[in-house]
């Protein structure tokens, strides 16, 4: 069973930054396109940013441009977020999936992925 573990979350003052880590347990992922994804209280999931397989290229929310950064270490099999100038309207649970297939139309969807971690809580205080 394919595993995803996020780590990172935590509280952080407005105009603060966190990097989230997503730890995968099976090597094959660095095969393929990886995201992140969050979730507000009683909200939708909506897409963050995604990354292809070899880390070449990387797909944002327009909002969040510029304020977030994905990256992976496939050497060592993770995937991170690097958040910055945070806002308390980016409090969430953030979620970090994995595709079997690269579909690039499908990268920005939940549907888009396969695998999930449990989520890791991320708070921004005004």
């Known amino acids: 069973q394919v595993q995803l573990v996020e780590s990172g979350g935590g509280l952080v003052q407005a105009g603060g930054s966190l990097r989230l880590s997503c730890a995968t347990s099976?090597?094959?992922?660095?095969?393929?396109?990886m995201a992140w994804f969050r979730q507000g209280l009683g909200k939708e999931r909506e897409f963050v940013a995604a990354i292809s397989w070899i880390g070449g290229s990387t797909y944002y929310t327009d909002s969040l441009k510029g304020r977030f950064t994905i990256s992976r270490d496939n050497a060592n099999d993770t995937l991170y977020l690097e958040m910055n100038s945070l806002k308390p309207e980016d409090t969430a649970v953030y979620y970090c999936?994995?595709?079997?297939?690269?579909?690039?139309?499908?990268?920005?969807?939940?549907?888009?992925?396969?695998?999930w971690g449990q989520g890791t809580q991320v708070t921004v205080s005004s």
């Open positions: 999936a994995a595709a079997l297939r690269y579909e690039r139309k499908n990268l920005p969807t939940v549907a888009g992925y396969d695998y």
């Open positions: 099976d090597r094959t992922f660095r095969n393929y396109p």
